[in-house]
């Protein structure tokens, strides 16, 4: 037997060879249809303990690795009138596969639970998340693979016990099933949309970074004509100095020469006026 198919925390029966397919028979093995989580399409039943099990086994059922459809119960009157195993059914429906052109069924078994069998259990989970290097903490589908075995075991022990108790339970194990389902999609959903923001943010960086390199490019243009500007204010001023000292050189130098020709006219006129004041003789 391969571990795919033993490897549970849930306590099953001995598989049951449901349909034998013969060698030259062409037609597919006939499916299995479900009454209450008992098969009724049975042909060629044999008691016969399986001799081997291989291959995966099918998705969905009690390992609760797929999400699957929640099953409406009947009510609980009509429930009360069941057999356990029917009401163990209907909780954990029995798993079937086929090898070897043979279809083979297991369903969980009946037998009560002792306190030497919670306690293996839960030795037993210890042991499988080791093996199996479950994270202790955040999101591992692992640990929650194994958790959920454990609590279906749990559900089958006290159905047993109590059906009442056990479908209770049922329905928290959905709503809880649900509850943790909704939790993925949401993380899931808000990982898509950091991804999205991160995305978006780096696109907008890259524009903003273009647009940074761009402006630093106008920014070393201006500060090029600022200062060939400056250089040109620079020569004009010292060129304007130069002029305004030259203007001033030259009107220092008419001055000079002007008020000269002024001394020597006043000079003159005295002179004249001198010789117009004297007597004549």
């Known amino acids: 037997m391969t571990d795919n198919k033993i490897n549970s925390l849930v306590k099953y029966d001995t598989p049951v060879l449901v349909t034998t397919k013969k060698k ?154 649900e509850t943790l389902d909704a939790y993925q999609r949401l993380y899931t959903s808000a990982c898509a949309y950091g991804v999205r923001k991160a995305l978006m943010a780096e696109e907008h960086k890259v524009k903003v970074g273009a647009r940074c390199d761009e402006l630093r490019k106008q920014v070393s243009e201006l500060e090029t004509r600022a200062e060939s500007l400056r250089q040109e204010i620079e020569q004009l001023q010292t060129e304007a100095q130069d002029a305004r000292k030259a203007d001033a050189d030259k009107h220092e130098e008419t001055k000079t020469v002007h008020q000269a020709r002024i001394e020597i006219l006043k000079k003159k006129l005295e002179g004249i006026i001198k010789q117009a004041t004297q007597p004549k003789k």
């Open 24 to 177: 030259d028979d062409k037609a597919q093995v006939p499916h299995l249809t479900m009454k209450d989580g008992i098969p009724t399409d049975v042909s060629d039943v044999s008691s016969t303990s399986a001799p081997g099990l291989s291959g995966a086994l099918p998705p969905g059922g009690p390992l609760g690795t797929t999400p699957s459809v929640r099953l409406v119960l009947p009510p609980l009157h009509e429930l009360r009138k069941k057999e356990t195993q029917e009401i163990l059914n209907l909780i954990l429906p029995p798993r079937e596969w086929e090898e070897a052109g043979q279809l083979w069924v297991q369903s969980v078994s009946t037998t009560p639970a002792t306190s030497v069998d919670v306690q293996q259990l839960q030795e037993q989970l210890d042991l499988r998340l080791q093996e199996q290097e479950a994270f202790e903490t955040g999101i591992c589908p692992v640990r929650r693979d194994l958790y959920t075995q454990c609590f279906d075991e749990l559900i089958r022990q006290v159905t047993i016990n109590c059906a009442e108790r056990g479908l209770l339970l049922y329905r928290v194990r959905d709503e809880t099933r």
